[in-house]
């Protein structure tokens, strides 16, 4: 075994390939369809392909730290991790829809943030695609800036000690960088697009939340409604969507 999460197990099969078991079932059928697309269209994610049993995946073993252990050690700053991001969403969304018709929908990861992006020496890859679906980018951007909210207003009391300190600021930071290279065609605005409502929504159903982390839902959306609307997006931020 390399690694567990929330949801699924890595073990390694040999130096090139790793296998990924969901630990709650499912079918893994999807998600290799689109990594293989995604692929197809140049979009860096590691290779894939099915395995026999329906849950699991075998995946291009990477090598590397994830973005978010480059952050904790030191060796990015937290524009540095905002602009990679931001640069992952606006390629991501450019590339064309696999299964939607409709001229605004594109393929959304809805899981995208540094612990779910590793740093190679080919350069970053997006990684932990069990999550993605067809729509607005607007919605994918909004998951992304929650998931860093909701690490930015964890509770830091003195006893909790100088790292959960650090990780909330950092996050903070990391959000507003983020939001400011949003471009000026993503919309966060309820009163718009209602992107942030559904991205609040759906992580409220996601089961691996914990009920305190559900909790914090409400005050990490009111921040990123809060930084969205008092930041504006930089002129060099990327605002071709691809459409």
Known sequence: MLGSGRSAEIFALDEQWVLRRNRHGGDTAEEV???????????PVPAVRAAEVPSEMVIQRLY??????????????????ATIVAELLHSLHKVPARVSTHPQDRILHLDLH????????????VIDWCTTAEGPEGLDWAMTA??????????????AGPQVAAMATGARMMLTSLLERRGSGIDL?????GCLARARARRAEDPNLSPEEIGRLDE???????????????????NNTGG
């Open 189 to 193: 605005d309820d009163a718009g697009s």
């Open 33 to 43: 369809a689109v990594m293989a697309h995604l692929a197809a269209h140049g979009y």
């Open 220 to 238: 990490a959306a009111s921040l990123v409604a809060t930084l969205a609307a008092s930041t504006s997006p930089l002129l060099s931020a990327d």
């Open 146 to 159: 929650l998931i860093l909210a909701e690490v930015a207003v964890v509770p830091c009391p003195p006893e």
């Open 114 to 125: 540094p612990d779910n992006v590793m740093l190679t020496a080919e350069g970053p890859m």
């Open 64 to 81: 590397g730290k994830t973005m978010l252990q480059a952050f904790v050690s030191g060796e990015i700053t937290e524009e540095a991790a």
